[in-house]
């Protein structure tokens, strides 16, 4: 099995005391809206990619992050948002790989 | 009766006239973070001796609290995320009020020294542009 290094997203609260947590916003190659697919990640600071089932886990591709605070009515603030290269596909392992003598 | 001439927010507010509001209502809207506080003030009334302040939630149609006071403006804190018209009435010392002034009623409000209807809108501080590393 390959290894994919995770990534992860990190930004400071929101001020607002009635916040009750966040959601992150995936798109590629295009600034997110609160139509884009979306993850509650809960009242957390960080994540890492693997957890935000919204990035697509492809291959070279520039996927921008949206992050929204949320209060208990599920009013979300204005998104701040993240363009950033993602790669999440190991290149091919090594074949023929074989001891011979020296 | 008594009756209150003026009623505004505080002009250090960030002032946001949304297109539809505008539109429909001609009311301007004062943008706020949750969490911020607002002060509204207004014009005192003769033979007033007390004030009574309440705010009206839009979204959900209740009445935010009830406070007096004896000065010509209220600090209002802690307010939810959510649009809200304010409302203000006089008393007297023999406990007679006047009829509420309300915010978005530009018979009694004014924005920028002109006769204009408000409402405060409180929405969520977003968070920080990310980081990804």
Same mark, same amino acid.
């Given at each position: 099995?390959?290894?994919?290094?995770?990534?992860?997203?990190?930004?400071?609260?929101?001020?607002?005391?009635?916040?009750?947590?966040?959601?992150?916003?995936?798109?590629?190659?295009?600034?997110?809206?609160?139509?884009?697919?979306?993850?509650?990640?809960?009242?957390?600071?960080?994540?890492?990619t693997d957890e935000v089932s919204t990035i697509p886990q492809t291959e070279d591709v520039i996927v921008h992050i949206?992050?929204?605070?949320?209060?208990?009515?599920?009013?979300?603030?204005?998104?701040?948002?993240?363009?950033?290269?993602?790669?999440?596909?190991?290149?091919?392992?090594?074949?023929?790989?074989?001891?011979?003598?020296? | 009766?008594?009756?209150?001439?003026?009623?505004?927010?505080?002009?250090?507010?960030?002032?946001?006239?949304?297109?539809?509001?505008?539109?429909?209502?001609?009311?301007?809207?004062?943008?706020?973070? @949750?969490?911020?506080?607002?002060? *509204? /003030?207004? %014009? +005192?009334?003769?033979?007033?001796?007390?004030? =009574?302040?309440?705010?009206? $939630?839009?979204?959900?149609?209740?009445?935010?609290?009830?406070?007096?006071?004896?000065?010509?403006?209220?600090?209002?804190?802690?307010?939810?995320?959510?649009?809200?018209?304010?409302?203000?009435?006089?008393?007297?010392?023999?406990? @007679?009020?006047?009829?509420?002034? *309300? /915010?978005? %009623? +530009?018979?009694?409000?004014?924005?920028?020294? =002109?006769?204009?209807?408000? $409402?405060?809108?409180?929405?969520?501080?977003?968070?920080?542009?990310?980081?990804?590393?």
């Open positions: 099995m390959a290894k994919i290094i995770r990534k992860k997203i990190s930004w400071t609260p929101s001020t607002s005391p009635d916040v009750e947590g966040y959601f992150v916003y995936a798109e590629i190659g295009k600034d997110p809206d609160y139509n884009s697919p979306k993850t509650d990640v809960g009242n957390v600071t960080q994540v890492y949206g992050i929204t605070a949320y209060d208990e009515m599920r009013n979300e603030s204005t998104m701040v948002v993240i363009a950033a290269p993602f790669d999440f596909v190991a290149p091919d392992a090594p074949t023929d790989v074989k001891v011979e003598d020296a | 009766m008594l009756r209150l001439k003026t009623f505004l927010v505080s002009a250090a507010l960030l002032l946001i006239v949304t297109a539809a509001y505008a539109e429909q209502f001609d009311l301007v809207e004062y943008w706020k973070y @949750t969490g911020e506080s607002v002060t *509204v /003030s207004w %014009d +005192p009334v003769d033979r007033a001796t007390k004030y =009574e302040v309440k705010s009206h $939630r839009v979204e959900s149609g209740n009445v935010v609290g009830i406070w007096e006071t004896t000065e010509t403006e209220y600090t209002f804190t802690g307010m939810k995320g959510g649009h809200y018209d304010m409302m203000v009435r006089a008393g007297d010392d023999s406990g @007679t009020w006047s009829t509420w002034s *309300v /915010s978005i %009623d +530009p018979a009694v409000a004014i924005v920028d020294n =002109e006769p204009r209807g408000w $409402r405060l809108y409180f929405h969520i501080a977003p968070p920080s542009i990310p980081v990804i590393e």
